[in-house]
Protein backbone atom coordinates (compact mmCIF):
# COMPACT_ATOMS: atom_id res chain seq x y z
CA UNK A 1 0.00 0.00 0.00
CA UNK A 2 1.19 3.40 -0.88
CA UNK A 3 2.24 5.63 1.65
CA UNK A 4 0.57 9.15 1.51
CA UNK A 5 2.78 11.95 0.89
CA UNK A 6 2.07 13.82 4.54
CA UNK A 7 2.63 10.71 6.23
CA UNK A 8 6.76 10.67 4.66
CA UNK A 9 7.18 13.92 5.57
CA UNK A 10 5.72 13.98 9.07
CA UNK A 11 8.26 10.92 9.15
CA UNK A 12 11.12 12.94 7.59
CA UNK A 13 9.73 16.23 9.57
CA UNK A 14 13.35 17.08 12.10
CA UNK A 15 12.11 18.27 15.40
CA UNK A 16 14.27 20.25 17.91
CA UNK A 17 15.52 17.70 20.89
CA UNK A 18 14.55 18.68 24.03
CA UNK A 19 16.23 18.38 27.63
CA UNK A 20 14.15 16.31 29.92
CA UNK A 21 14.45 16.90 33.85
CA UNK A 22 13.01 17.00 37.27
CA UNK A 23 15.73 19.06 38.66
CA UNK A 24 15.28 22.52 38.12
CA UNK A 25 12.61 24.42 36.09
CA UNK A 26 13.59 27.76 34.82
CA UNK A 27 10.83 30.23 33.14
CA UNK A 28 11.14 34.15 32.95
CA UNK A 29 11.90 35.38 36.56
CA UNK A 30 11.30 31.98 38.32
CA UNK A 31 13.41 29.05 39.30
CA UNK A 32 12.28 26.19 40.75
CA UNK A 33 14.46 23.46 41.84
CA UNK A 34 12.95 20.11 42.97
CA UNK A 35 9.72 22.00 43.62
CA UNK A 36 10.98 24.79 45.53
CA UNK A 37 11.48 28.49 44.22
CA UNK A 38 15.18 28.99 44.36
CA UNK A 39 14.27 32.51 46.14
CA UNK A 40 12.95 30.30 49.08
CA UNK A 41 15.64 28.40 49.80
CA UNK A 42 18.39 30.91 49.70
CA UNK A 43 18.82 32.03 53.31
CA UNK A 44 16.50 29.34 54.65
CA UNK A 45 18.46 26.18 53.95
CA UNK A 46 22.15 25.07 54.60
CA UNK A 47 24.61 24.25 51.61
CA UNK A 48 24.60 20.71 52.33
CA UNK A 49 20.48 20.68 52.46
CA UNK A 50 21.00 21.80 49.16
CA UNK A 51 23.20 19.32 48.02
CA UNK A 52 21.19 16.74 49.71
CA UNK A 53 17.98 18.25 48.10
CA UNK A 54 20.02 18.32 44.82
CA UNK A 55 21.14 14.66 44.50
CA UNK A 56 18.15 13.13 46.43
CA UNK A 57 15.49 15.04 45.25
CA UNK A 58 13.76 15.98 48.98
CA UNK A 59 15.25 17.91 51.80
CA UNK A 60 16.89 16.08 54.64
CA UNK A 61 15.51 16.09 58.42
CA UNK A 62 18.02 17.64 60.63
CA UNK A 63 20.05 15.34 61.68
CA UNK A 64 20.72 13.66 58.13
CA UNK A 65 21.73 17.11 56.92
CA UNK A 66 24.05 17.24 59.86
CA UNK A 67 25.71 14.06 59.01
CA UNK A 68 25.97 15.28 55.46
CA UNK A 69 28.03 18.27 56.19
CA UNK A 70 30.30 16.33 58.86
CA UNK A 71 30.89 13.80 55.82
CA UNK A 72 31.74 17.24 53.40
CA UNK A 73 33.97 18.73 56.20
CA UNK A 74 36.26 14.97 56.65
CA UNK A 75 37.11 15.84 53.14
CA UNK A 76 38.24 19.25 52.84
CA UNK A 77 41.81 19.01 52.36
CA UNK A 78 45.00 16.72 53.07
CA UNK A 79 47.53 18.88 52.70
CA UNK A 80 49.94 19.01 49.34
CA UNK A 81 50.32 14.73 49.64
CA UNK A 82 47.16 13.84 47.18
CA UNK A 83 47.90 14.07 43.67
CA UNK A 84 45.28 16.18 42.69
CA UNK A 85 46.28 19.04 45.00
CA UNK A 86 49.97 18.90 43.60
CA UNK A 87 48.67 18.92 39.94
CA UNK A 88 46.43 22.07 40.92
CA UNK A 89 49.64 23.76 42.48
CA UNK A 90 51.85 22.57 39.63
CA UNK A 91 49.27 24.49 37.07
CA UNK A 92 49.01 27.26 39.10
CA UNK A 93 52.72 27.42 39.20
CA UNK A 94 52.75 28.36 35.54
CA UNK A 95 50.48 31.15 35.69
CA UNK A 96 46.90 29.11 34.27
CA UNK A 97 43.86 30.52 35.25
CA UNK A 98 41.89 29.22 38.61
CA UNK A 99 39.23 27.54 36.51
CA UNK A 100 41.94 25.23 34.56
CA UNK A 101 43.76 24.82 37.81
CA UNK A 102 40.59 23.41 39.68
CA UNK A 103 39.27 21.28 36.39
CA UNK A 104 42.81 19.61 36.51
CA UNK A 105 42.90 18.73 40.25
CA UNK A 106 39.52 17.27 39.62
CA UNK A 107 40.42 15.37 36.29
CA UNK A 108 43.51 13.91 38.60
CA UNK A 109 40.84 11.99 40.36
CA UNK A 110 40.79 8.20 39.49
CA UNK A 111 41.05 4.62 40.26
CA UNK A 112 43.61 5.31 42.76
CA UNK A 113 42.85 8.95 44.32
CA UNK A 114 39.65 9.62 44.97
CA UNK A 115 37.88 6.40 43.40
CA UNK A 116 38.19 4.51 46.80
CA UNK A 117 34.75 5.98 48.26
CA UNK A 118 32.89 5.29 45.29
CA UNK A 119 34.32 1.40 45.05
CA UNK A 120 33.93 1.12 48.68
CA UNK A 121 29.90 2.17 48.53
CA UNK A 122 29.72 0.04 45.33
CA UNK A 123 30.66 -3.09 47.34
CA UNK A 124 28.71 -2.57 50.47
CA UNK A 125 25.27 -2.04 48.79
CA UNK A 126 26.20 -5.12 46.90
CA UNK A 127 26.79 -7.67 49.47
CA UNK A 128 23.92 -5.90 51.72
CA UNK A 129 22.04 -5.93 48.37
CA UNK A 130 22.39 -9.67 47.54
CA UNK A 131 22.67 -10.59 51.32
CA UNK A 132 19.81 -9.22 53.21
CA UNK A 133 16.57 -9.42 53.08
CA UNK A 134 15.34 -5.99 54.31
CA UNK A 135 11.50 -7.46 54.80
CA UNK A 136 13.08 -9.29 57.36
CA UNK A 137 14.95 -6.57 59.26
CA UNK A 138 16.06 -8.85 62.32
CA UNK A 139 19.74 -9.08 60.69
CA UNK A 140 21.92 -10.29 63.43
CA UNK A 141 25.25 -9.53 64.35
CA UNK A 142 26.95 -12.47 63.41
CA UNK A 143 25.09 -12.55 59.91
CA UNK A 144 26.89 -9.34 59.38
CA UNK A 145 30.14 -10.98 60.59
CA UNK A 146 29.75 -13.94 58.96
CA UNK A 147 29.35 -11.38 55.58
CA UNK A 148 32.43 -9.55 56.63
CA UNK A 149 34.60 -13.09 57.24
CA UNK A 150 33.62 -13.98 53.80
CA UNK A 151 34.44 -10.49 52.01
CA UNK A 152 37.57 -10.38 53.74
CA UNK A 153 38.45 -13.99 53.10
CA UNK A 154 37.79 -13.37 49.40
CA UNK A 155 39.83 -10.52 49.17
CA UNK A 156 42.51 -12.19 50.57
CA UNK A 157 42.71 -15.16 49.20
CA UNK A 158 42.89 -13.13 45.76
CA UNK A 159 45.77 -10.85 46.36
CA UNK A 160 43.63 -7.60 46.31
CA UNK A 161 42.79 -4.95 48.46
CA UNK A 162 39.50 -3.74 50.00
CA UNK A 163 38.38 0.07 48.92
CA UNK A 164 37.73 1.65 52.37
CA UNK A 165 41.02 0.05 54.04
CA UNK A 166 44.10 1.57 54.46
CA UNK A 167 45.99 4.19 54.03
CA UNK A 168 49.34 5.43 52.90
CA UNK A 169 49.91 7.70 55.37
CA UNK A 170 48.08 7.36 58.56
CA UNK A 171 48.17 3.65 60.16
CA UNK A 172 45.16 4.79 61.78
CA UNK A 173 43.14 7.29 59.92
CA UNK A 174 41.94 10.05 62.45
CA UNK A 175 39.04 10.43 60.58
CA UNK A 176 36.63 7.45 60.67
CA UNK A 177 36.65 7.10 64.77
CA UNK A 178 34.87 10.89 64.77
CA UNK A 179 32.73 9.83 61.54
CA UNK A 180 31.61 6.92 63.26
CA UNK A 181 30.52 8.39 66.51
CA UNK A 182 29.30 10.90 64.63
CA UNK A 183 26.72 9.12 62.77
CA UNK A 184 25.62 6.99 65.90
CA UNK A 185 24.68 10.82 67.07
CA UNK A 186 22.48 11.27 64.02
CA UNK A 187 21.03 8.02 64.05
CA UNK A 188 23.17 7.24 60.42
CA UNK A 189 24.60 4.02 61.85
CA UNK A 190 23.01 1.36 59.78
CA UNK A 191 23.71 -2.26 58.56
CA UNK A 192 25.86 -0.55 55.74
CA UNK A 193 28.19 1.17 58.66
CA UNK A 194 27.89 -2.06 60.66
CA UNK A 195 29.22 -4.19 58.11
CA UNK A 196 32.31 -1.97 57.80
CA UNK A 197 33.48 -2.04 61.19
CA UNK A 198 33.35 -5.72 61.45
CA UNK A 199 35.40 -5.53 57.95
CA UNK A 200 37.80 -3.34 60.01
CA UNK A 201 37.79 -5.94 63.42
CA UNK A 202 38.61 -8.75 60.77
CA UNK A 203 41.30 -6.80 59.04
CA UNK A 204 42.44 -5.31 62.11
CA UNK A 205 42.65 -9.13 63.42
CA UNK A 206 45.04 -10.63 61.01
CA UNK A 207 46.36 -7.80 58.72
CA UNK A 208 46.98 -5.11 60.95
CA UNK A 209 44.74 -2.84 58.65
CA UNK A 210 41.77 -0.09 59.45
CA UNK A 211 39.09 1.67 57.75
CA UNK A 212 40.39 5.11 56.49
CA UNK A 213 37.79 7.92 55.26
CA UNK A 214 36.33 6.46 52.49
CA UNK A 215 35.59 3.22 54.29
CA UNK A 216 33.59 5.01 56.95
CA UNK A 217 32.03 7.02 54.58
CA UNK A 218 31.29 4.46 52.37
CA UNK A 219 28.99 2.92 55.24
CA UNK A 220 27.69 6.31 56.24
CA UNK A 221 26.49 7.30 52.86
CA UNK A 222 25.06 4.05 51.93
CA UNK A 223 23.07 3.80 55.44
CA UNK A 224 21.48 7.26 54.16
CA UNK A 225 20.60 5.54 50.99
CA UNK A 226 23.27 7.70 48.31
CA UNK A 227 23.50 5.63 45.29
CA UNK A 228 27.24 4.93 44.60
CA UNK A 229 27.63 6.19 41.80
CA UNK A 230 27.32 9.86 43.82
CA UNK A 231 30.50 8.48 45.84
CA UNK A 232 33.14 10.59 43.74
CA UNK A 233 30.71 13.25 43.10
CA UNK A 234 30.58 13.95 46.96
CA UNK A 235 34.02 13.62 47.65
CA UNK A 236 34.36 16.37 44.77
CA UNK A 237 32.42 18.53 46.67
CA UNK A 238 33.86 18.20 49.76
CA UNK A 239 37.72 18.79 48.18
CA UNK A 240 37.21 21.27 45.80
CA UNK A 241 37.40 24.46 48.32
CA UNK A 242 40.20 22.84 49.00
CA UNK A 243 41.57 23.08 45.64
CA UNK A 244 41.04 26.52 45.71
CA UNK A 245 42.87 27.16 48.84
CA UNK A 246 46.00 25.79 47.27
CA UNK A 247 45.81 27.24 44.00
CA UNK A 248 45.63 30.79 45.96
CA UNK A 249 48.64 29.78 48.34
CA UNK A 250 50.62 28.94 45.28
CA UNK A 251 50.44 32.41 43.24
CA UNK A 252 50.24 34.34 46.47
CA UNK A 253 53.07 32.91 48.43
CA UNK A 254 55.05 30.68 45.83
CA UNK A 255 57.70 31.74 42.85
CA UNK A 256 56.06 30.94 39.51
CA UNK A 257 57.32 27.90 37.56
CA UNK A 258 57.51 25.95 40.62
CA UNK A 259 60.46 23.51 40.27
CA UNK A 260 60.28 20.23 41.73
CA UNK A 261 63.48 18.20 41.23
CA UNK A 262 67.09 19.38 40.01
CA UNK A 263 67.95 18.80 36.71
CA UNK A 264 70.95 16.62 38.30
CA UNK A 265 68.55 14.61 40.53
CA UNK A 266 67.02 12.87 37.43
CA UNK A 267 67.89 9.59 36.86
CA UNK A 268 68.28 8.69 32.93
CA UNK A 269 67.83 5.02 32.30
CA UNK A 270 69.94 3.82 29.38
CA UNK A 271 67.94 1.52 27.18
CA UNK A 272 70.99 -0.68 26.63
CA UNK A 273 69.22 -3.31 24.81
CA UNK A 274 66.24 -1.32 23.39
CA UNK A 275 68.16 1.97 21.82
CA UNK A 276 70.15 1.17 18.71
CA UNK A 277 72.25 3.68 16.69
CA UNK A 278 70.24 4.61 13.75
CA UNK A 279 70.98 3.12 10.29
CA UNK A 280 70.17 4.05 7.00
CA UNK A 281 67.42 1.47 6.95
CA UNK A 282 66.08 3.42 10.08
CA UNK A 283 65.93 6.65 8.42
Known sequence: MAI???????????????????????EPNKIITRGYPQEDLIGNISFPEMVYLLLKGELPH????????????SFCDHGVTPPSTQVARIMAS????????????????????????????CLLQKIIKENVDFNNPKTSHNDLKNLALTTVEHYLENGKKIPGFGHRFHHKDPRPGKLIETA??????GIHTELVVSIEN?????????????????????????????????????????????IHEEKSDETPFRKFVEVEDVYFHEFDSINHDLNKNEL
Open 184 to 189: KKYGCF
Open 4 to 26: ERETVENLLKLTKPRWKTSITKV
Open 94 to 121: TGAPLNSCVSGGISSFGKYHAGALERSM
Open 62 to 73: ENEAKMLEAVLV
Open 202 to 246: LLLEMKGIRMNIDGANAGILSDMDFNWRFGTGIFMIGRVPALISH
